[in-house]
């Protein structure tokens, strides 16, 4: 099977990104895309299209969920497992929370680990694979809107991680969505978000085309927009191939960290720690991508 994938950089740059960079391997949008032809057929021919929900929360996991697995590449594992370390390293033996859990990629080896995870998802198709895997089982999940955190109880960490922050589309959701974090955060819990740092510089005039992979029988454009007012970036992934055209939009609204940080305050949070990445790497003004850990400014 080939597989097209756009991986450019690899561990120990534990990062990610999303609109379209320069770095990272885990990047959900536009860098790491990438497709496979099985991923391609089960795509382009209909299998799961049923699925394909009207735009809103479940939309992207609902269109993606057959081919995410393949779609995001596969040679994240090491950065996946860095990811792990670091969140089990938090939670210690307590209850962990992942926000936009999707198909377990980083909730089935934290389980695995022997921690408690629960996970929120629009998606029920994401769901779906998830519970299919192996220890699927073990992760308790509620299909929501992760915005709302509709659980019950309290965490000793809550975590949401690729980006998936910025697929609340509004502000004023992503406000909502570290305020409702808060309230379910136990007393020494921690609240971890990775999410790329914008740069604008990558467009000009607004709009940026980009050639992910060239080959001989394909090739992958990445098509984006962004909206500084809303700070919203929208990008299709165009792949290209001798089967047809398969096209993957992705719309997020992204935030720097500081003002992630003001959320955090808004939410009673406060900054514990940042890196650039998994590793713990130091987080300078040239980092592409950022993990911040976030407390109650009680604790
Ligand atoms: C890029 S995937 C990340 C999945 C997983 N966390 C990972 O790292 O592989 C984003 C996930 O967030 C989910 N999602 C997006 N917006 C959501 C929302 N508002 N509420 C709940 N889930 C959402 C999608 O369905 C998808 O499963």
Known sequence: MTRWIATQRSEP??????????????????????????????????????????????????????????????????????????????????RALELGVGTGRIALPLAERGVQVHGVDASAAMLDRLRSKPGGERISVTVGDFADVPVEGQFDLVYVVFNTLFALLEQTDQVRCFANVASHLAQNGAFVVEAFVPDPTLYDRGQRVSAVRVEADRVQLD???????????????????????MLLPVELRYAWPSELDLMARLAGLQLRERYAGWLREPFTATSPNHVSVYAPASA
């Open 13 to 94: 740059v534990a990062t990610k990104s999303w609109p379209p960079r320069r770095h990272g391997p885990l990047q959900w949008q536009p860098a790491n895309v990438g497709w496979s032809d099985h991923a391609f057929d089960e795509h382009h021919h209909g299998r799961d299209r049923a699925r394909v929900s009207d735009p809103g929360p479940a939309g992207y996991g609902d269109r993606m969920a057959a081919i995410y697995d393949r779609y995001v590449d596969p040679t994240v594992g090491a950065t996946t497992q860095s990811a792990v370390d670091f969140l089990a390293r938090l939670v210690g033996s307590g």
């Open 223 to 245: 098509a984006s927009r962004i909206d500084p007012v809303t700070q919203r970036v929208t990008s299709q992934h165009i792949l290209i191939g001798a089967d047809g055209i």
